[in-house]
């Protein structure tokens, strides 16, 4: 069964500098990865997925993020952080089941 | 296009009562989900229809929740009776297909709290 980790619970960043979110999965075979982003009081917006192909997707907002399969790793990264993008990040991967997700991260964005 | 509808958008009850919640896919999407999400986590599948028909409901805790699709649109899914611990955003999406490449789009979710 496929599995997510987000190791990182919080993170606080400076408005305009860059951002790294941190994302580990287990499975098996080729993953399908997925970025989402919650804003409070919202649902899960996609920001980008991964299915083959290019390593590096580009997504909404500016967000990009990088597969690295030797690491099974899925980083999600934007290089200058803007005050809207204070939410809650969950990377998710699919395999033979839907949407598995890992337990989040929440980034704050100070002046 | 109208995105995953979902109602009643936030809701309050005493644990041993019963609640309801209500969902409507894009249009068109045949593959239809309901997630819950508890403060603090990820949202956790609770239950898979593909048209009218349950894929996956594996993690439903048949003994209090049940859902259902009957005509293959909307859906319901209801908790009876409520504990304390069903306290929860409860997500409802959909996709075009259940095919792994389909993108999987969420609505803004139920939040419910039991009191």
């Known amino acids: 069964a496929q599995s997510v980790t987000q190791p990182d619970i919080h993170i606080t960043v400076s408005e305009g500098a860059s951002l790294e979110l941190r994302c580990n999965y287990s499975y098996g075979a080729t993953p399908y990865l997925f970025w989402y982003v919650q804003s409070p009081g919202q649902g899960l917006q996609l920001l980008l997925k991964?299915?083959?192909?290019?390593?590096l997707v580009q997504g909404i907002k500016g967000f990009e993020a990088e597969f690295k399969r030797s690491q099974s790793s899925f980083n999600l990264r934007k290089p200058s952080v803007h005050w809207s993008d204070a939410a809650e990040y969950f990377c998710a991967v699919r395999g033979n089941t839907p949407l598995v997700f890992g337990k989040g991260t929440r980034l704050s964005v100070i002046a | 296009e109208a995105g995953v509808a979902q109602s009643p958008r936030y809701k309050i009850i005493e644990k041993r009562q019963s609640v309801a919640f209500w969902c409507n896919p894009i249009?068109?999407?045949?593959?239809l989900y309901w997630y819950q999400q508890i403060l603090g986590q990820g949202p956790k599948l609770l239950i898979q229809?593909?048209?009218?028909?349950?894929?996956?409901d594996s993690q439903l805790p048949k003994d209090r929740f049940s859902a259902e699709r009957l005509k293959g649109v909307d859906s319901t899914l209801k908790i009876q009776p409520a504990k304390l611990e069903d306290s929860a955003v409860y997500l409802c999406?959909?996709?075009?297909?259940?095919?792994?490449?389909?993108?999987?789009?969420f609505g803004e979710g139920s939040w419910l709290t039991v009191v």
């Open positions: 249009s068109g999407h045949a593959t």
């Open positions: 999406a959909s996709s075009l297909d259940r095919g792994i490449g389909n993108t999987i789009y």
């Open positions: 991964y299915f083959s192909g290019d390593t």
């Open positions: 229809f593909q048209n009218n028909g349950v894929v996956d």
